[in-house]
């Protein structure tokens, strides 16, 4: 099914941290956490899943859970990602040398100390008022790479500038000015990105019933548009839209990138942002031409294999395509000549109903036969998922709402202790299964349960 080294990963960064045997990072976590618990200590952030969410939604606004954790239409997109994992059983082979364990593996030629990533997630800020810079950090200090994502709540430079060094992405969502596109991913190598996301199923936004019923949509608060208006290109066009719609009578308003930027920042800071206090924050030119420049540009239905291939003009970055659920469109990946597969569905987030990314791995794996990476995400939630998904033909799955939830709970450490949790319970897997390396995994460690 798949060579677990591949040859994309025959290439290896001299700045890239060197792996090495480990003893067990669950060992670590499992003593630090009981011997707290000697003095009566209980984990801030909870370890099981479940638990995870439901403190989350003790810490987040209605609005708020609604939109993180929410999915489309009746959440059947979800439910089915969850249940194609429960398909899957490993299988232990006992008797074996599982003393030292590595969870090293390589990306673009890049030694990472996990296969572990962090998917892009926006609207942080929604959850924390440190938002990604709290999640790049934490990221850094694991040595996770993070997707800095499209829809952030700081501009990209800021979360570079806070965990410098770091192994980072950055996700594009096309928008339909190319001139906007080209602009954001010159920025993101600029900061240090070592590829671009192209996020490829958000082209027309999901039919979320939970934020539908609340009538929330936080870019329409200004929430979550931290790249657009930081953005020159962006803040050009949300200048020639401010001068178009203003009164004739009405004083001229000097809109510089600098006001742009933070005009949209003060009408989100120490208001209500729904309903008179909405209305009130955006009376001003400044934020309601920002947010309605970006509602109009935000995505395109238009975006083809013929148009993605202008983004091959704007930079020499490592090209993944996100959003691959089908093999054709996972060969056209490779054929096309672009630098890897992402199997999401969004987490369910887009279509009810739609295929589970676990059930399409396999296939998809095979179809690529090792020529990119492979990453994969929607439904992962622990580290037996984590070795699950590797074997199926994964070489890096991607973590999303759990990390949101830990950041809501606690931070910066709550992202941390999510990323360590996840881990550790990936080296105890490994290690009780009967394997010493994730390079190991494969068809063979897993049993169907149906």
């Known amino acids: 099914m798949h060579d677990r080294r591949p040859d994309y990963a025959s290439g290896m960064s001299t700045d890239a941290p060197s792996p090495s045997g480990s003893r067990g990072i669950s060992r670590e976590a499992q003593s630090s956490i009981f011997r707290a618990g000697i003095s009566g200590a209980r984990p801030r952030v909870p370890v099981d899943p479940a638990r995870l969410a439901k403190a989350a939604r003790r810490a987040l606004s209605t609005e708020a859970y609604a939109y993180l954790a929410g999915g489309a239409g009746s959440e059947r997109t979800q439910a089915a990602n969850r249940r194609a994992f429960e398909r899957w059983q490993v299988w232990p082979r006992p008797l074996r040398d599982v003393s030292v364990r590595d969870l090293s593996t390589t990306l673009l030629g890049r030694r990472l100390p996990s296969p572990l990533i962090l998917a892009p997630l926006g609207v942080m800020e929604l959850a924390h008022p440190e938002a990604d810079l709290a999640v790049a950090r934490a990221a850094a200090s694991a040595g996770v790479p993070a997707v800095l994502s499209g829809q952030a709540s700081f501009p990209m430079e800021e979360s570079a500038a806070a965990a410098p060094g770091a192994p980072r992405m950055f996700q594009l969502y096309w928008s339909a000015s190319d001139e906007l596109n080209e602009s954001l991913v010159r ?231 999510v990323i360590r949790n996840v881990l550790a319970e990936l080296d105890i897997t490994l290690g009780l299964s009967g394997h010493t390396a994730v390079s190991e995994l494969g068809p063979a460690s897993l049993r169907r349960a149906d």
């Open 187 to 417: 920025r993101a190598e600029a900061c240090g990105c070592s590829a671009i996301v192209v996020t490829l199923d958000t082209h027309l936004l999901g039919w979320r019933t939970r934020d539908l019923d609340l009538g929330y949509l936080p870019f329409t608060r200004g929430l979550g548009i931290a790249q657009y208006t930081s953005d020159p290109v962006f803040q050009r066009l949300v200048d020639e839209r401010a001068r178009d719609s203003a009164p004739a009578e009405a004083p001229p308003v000097r809109l510089t990138p600098r006001t742009v930027a933070a005009g949209i920042t003060i009408a989100r800071k120490g208001r209500r942002l729904t309903g008179g206090g909405l209305r009130e924050s955006l009376r001003s030119p400044l934020p309601r031409a920002a947010v309605e420049t970006f509602l109009d540009v935000f995505s395109t239905p238009a975006l083809t294999w013929e148009r993605l291939a202008r983004i091959r003009s704007w930079t020499s970055l490592p090209v993944i395509l996100k959003g691959i659920v089908h093999p054709d469109d996972a060969e056209r990946t490779v054929a096309e000549g672009y630098d890897g597969v992402w199997v999401s569905n969004h987490g369910g987030r887009q279509i009810d109903r739609s295929v589970p990314t676990l059930d399409v791995l396999p296939e998809v794996a095979a179809r690529v036969s090792g020529r990119v990476p492979v990453i994969v995400d929607s439904g992962v939630r622990s580290g037996a998922d984590v070795a699950v998904a590797l074997a199926l033909g994964a070489d890096l799955v991607a973590l999303g709402r759990p990390y949101a939830y830990g950041l809501a709970v606690a931070g910066e450490p709550g992202v941390a202790a």
